[in-house]
């Protein structure tokens, strides 16, 4: 082959190598044009449908497209909500401690507050939460915590608030959660024949979390292994302090057992005296009328 055949096969293959990308599908912004009020209102229908990661999306284009404004604001906040309702919980709270933190005087960052702690609220109980119980020992109590400190908050800054009622009964429900959390974590090294560990989470909840259900459970934990480790007075002294606390308890007579009915779980601690629905849903957000 020639010389200026080769040329020409290369100068042709060129040419239909650039006719060929040009034919391809762009990937093409859909907003690209729209106003925020159109970018929003389009964001807003996905979201009450149900599209919860279209809306994410959307939001996230109009706040990088207009950053300020009324649509920036509502962008922020119902952005946050779609992104806990599509399980991005990191992106959720990021976008209300952006909001609480960019518009700290707005009417509706006693909202904002009150959503952050519903996301770590929720996010504790985990994909199969709410029909089987895992053990409270193989968690992560930071999401409580975090939940606890975001309605104190709310509390602290709006105390007739409208969240402010529901708040203080999760934050009850959470305080409980976190006193189990230290007697199954308690329970656990007793079983491994880790005494003094045992010992030393049982007295975490009962100092660190006084006058809550799991005291008694605490107590259990503590004078057994007081007893375990040989030291008599203590045990006896932890052993009349539940007697004296709680004189109906199980413990005094023997380990309880679970109720028939409760084929799930491997211990008796389980649950907590939440003085509420645990899994209800979260009151409607202002902009929220379905």
């Not at 040419?15 to 159109?38: N, Q, V």
């Not at 964001?43 to 959307?58: I, S």
């Not at 700290?104 to 996010?123: C, D, M, Q, S, T």
Request: with cysteine.
């Amino acid at each position: 082959m020639s010389a200026f055949v080769r040329t020409l096969a290369t100068l042709l293959a060129a040419a239909l190598l650039a006719t060929g990308c040009g034919l391809l599908p762009s990937d093409k912004d859909e907003t690209a044009g729209w106003t925020a009020e159109r970018i929003y209102r389009n964001a807003h229908d996905a979201m009450m449908e149900g599209n919860y990661t279209r809306a994410v999306k959307l939001f996230q284009s109009l706040e990088a497209r207009y950053p300020y404004g009324r649509y920036a604001q509502q962008a922020m906040l119902e952005g946050a909500y779609a992104s806990f309702r599509a399980n991005e919980v990191p992106t959720a709270i990021s976008a209300l401690d952006r909001f609480i933190r960019t518009y700290p005087n707005h009417p509706n960052v006693e909202y904002a507050y009150y959503l952050k702690g519903i996301v770590n609220f929720r996010e504790d109980q985990g994909l199969f939460g709410y029909v089987y119980e895992f053990d409270l020992s193989e968690r992560d109590p930071k999401a409580m915590k975090d939940s606890y400190a975001a309605f104190r908050e709310l509390v602290a800054k709006f105390p007739e608030g409208r969240y402010s009622d529901d708040a203080r009964q999760r934050m009850v429900y959470l305080v409980n959660a976190l006193s189990m959390y230290e007697v199954h974590v308690a329970r656990y090294y007793y079983n491994r024949g880790a005494y003094v560990a045992s010992a030393g989470r049982a007295q975490q909840s009962l100092v660190n979390y006084p006058r809550t259900p799991a005291n008694e459970h605490a107590l259990d934990v503590l004078w057994r292994s007081y007893d375990r480790l040989g030291l008599v007075q203590l045990r006896d002294d932890t052993k009349a302090i539940l007697a004296r606390t709680y004189p109906q308890s199980p413990y005094l007579s023997g380990i309880p057992t679970k109720p028939w009915w409760k084929f799930w779980g491997s211990d008796i601690y389980s649950g907590v005296d939440s003085g509420m629905d645990a899994g209800a849903e979260p009151a409607k957000p202002w902009w929220q009328w379905w």
